[in-house]
Structures are given as structure tokens and as C-alpha cells.
């Protein structure tokens, strides 16, 4: 072989071992290793399972702890730790398998769990506003004025908002809300629309629920966006706030 077919081999051989490394070091995609690997023996935030509920284990134990946790459970049985020996009680003496995964994987996994990443993925996909049909603009200005009644028993959002683009009469207490639709967006403004609000006797009680609050932000955006100005504007012409004289 001659010196520049050695040079070629070498520099070739040296690629495939760095990309190998390279591609080591990438960790899984943590929801993926959550679901394949932790989710048939642990749920989270729901209950124990045949292992315990992950919600929280992040903080119960040292990192390091669980690292050699997740790697060898058995290992640490064996060695007479005593939160490991607990656990093993505790569960009915099931061993948890080890896992041969990278630095990288278990990092991102217990990163995914210390910030409650599998309650994120299980929760319900919000309903945005842009998939909203003109009809559900019509229901979101009808419980903003207080035509239909929120079914927390709050007060209709027209009691303390205006909106200036409407001919409605709404209230000054709060800042008028043509505009907030385009300052928020969904996710925003469907967490501002769920706080407490107050009912007609004064107290406290839930907002909107799920459908309320796609109906409203419906509402608000067609109301931002002026594609409203027309057929609401004259459907609540000389509108008034249910409840009000």
C-alpha cells in the first residue's frame, strides 16, 4: 500500500470513529425514552404502578443517586443502599431492569422529568382560535356580553370590558380589550380567561372552562383582526350587558 492510500484509510477510519462518538453523545429524544423504557412500570403524576409514581423523583433523590439507579438498580441493591433496599421492599421485591443507556440519554431523561415533561405531553392540545368557525365567534361574543352564562358562574366579561370595535356596552373597570388577542395569543390568553373571577354575589369562582375560553379567544381574534366589524357589529347594535338596564 502506498503512502497516499495510507493517508486516504487513516483519514477515513478517523471520520467513522468521530462520528460514532459524535452520534453517542446525542441524546434520545427524552419524551421517546420515557414512553419505551419508564412508562409500561411508572406513570407521572398518577399514581404508582409497579414502580412508583416519577412525579417528583428528581427531587426525592440525588442526581447521581438516580443516575446509578437507572443504569443498575440491582447494583445498588446489592451494595446495601438503604433508599435502594426501600424501594425494592416497598414494590414488592420487583427489580427494575437495567437500562444501557448513554450519559447523554439519562441526562435528558431525568432533565424531561425534573421539569414535568410527561404531564406537558399528556395534557390536551389547546384549541386555537385560527381553527375557530364563524359560529363559535358568534358563541364567545354571546358569553361576552352575558347572553349564555359562564358555567363557572362568572360574571360575563362585558361587567368590566369593552371592546371599542363593537357596538356593545361594556364596562370600564378593566382595559378594553379590542386588542389582546393579538398581545397574547392562545396559550396567554387562555390562562389569563381561566383565572377566578367574581360572580354576580360577589364571589369567587372558576372562569371559563376549555370551550368557553376557545369561544372567547375566537371571539377576541375575529374582534382584533376587524373581521367581525361587520356582521356582530350589527347583530349587537344597541346590545346591552345581560343583567344590566
Not at 59 to 84: F, K, N, Q, T, Y
Not at 115 to 137: E, F, V
Request: proline share 4%; glycine share 10%.
Amino acid at each position: 500500500m502506498d503512502e497516499r492510500c495510507r493517508v486516504v484509510l487513516t483519514l477515513s477510519i478517523t471520520i467513522v470513529v468521530q462520528l460514532g462518538s459524535i452520534g453517542a453523545a446525542i441524546a434520545a429524544e427524552p419524551a421517546t425514552l420515557f414512553k419505551t423504557k419508564c412508562s409500561s412500570c411508572h406513570t407521572f403524576g398518577k399514581g404508582d404502578l409497579v414502580g412508583p409514581d416519577l412525579k417528583g423523583a428528581t427531587d426525592r433523590h440525588p442526581r447521581p443517586w438516580l443516575i446509578a439507579w437507572i443504569r443498575s438498580s440491582e447494583s445498588v441493591i446489592r451494595r446495601g443502599d438503604r433508599a435502594g433496599l426501600a424501594l425494592f421492599r416497598q414494590y414488592r421485591q420487583q427489580r427494575m431492569p437495567d437500562h444501557e443507556l448513554s450519559d447523554a440519554d439519562i441526562a435528558a431523561l431525568l432533565d424531561y422529568l425534573g421539569s414535568g415533561g410527561p404531564a406537558r405531553d399528556q395534557a390536551p392540545r389547546l384549541r386555537l382560535a385560527a381553527d375557530a368557525r364563524p359560529d363559535d365567534a358568534q358563541r364567545g361574543r354571546r358569553l361576552f356580553v352575558g347572553e349564555v352564562r359562564l358555567t363557572g358562574g362568572g360574571m360575563a366579561c362585558a361587567f368590566c370590558h369593552a371592546v371599542s370595535s363593537q357596538s356593545l356596552r361594556g364596562g370600564t373597570f378593566g382595559p378594553d380589550l379590542t386588542s389582546v388577542y393579538t398581545r397574547y395569543l392562545d396559550w396567554a390568553l387562555d390562562r389569563q380567561l381561566k383565572r377566578h373571577c367574581f360572580t354576580s354575589a360577589g364571589t369567587r369562582a372558576d372562569c371559563v372552562d376549555d370551550g368557553e375560553s376557545f369561544a372567547l379567544r375566537a371571539f377576541l381574534r375575529a374582534v382584533g383582526q376587524g373581521t367581525t366589524s361587520g356582521s356582530l357589529s350589527r347583530s349587537n347594535e344597541g346590545t346591552r350587558v345581560a343583567g344590566h338596564e
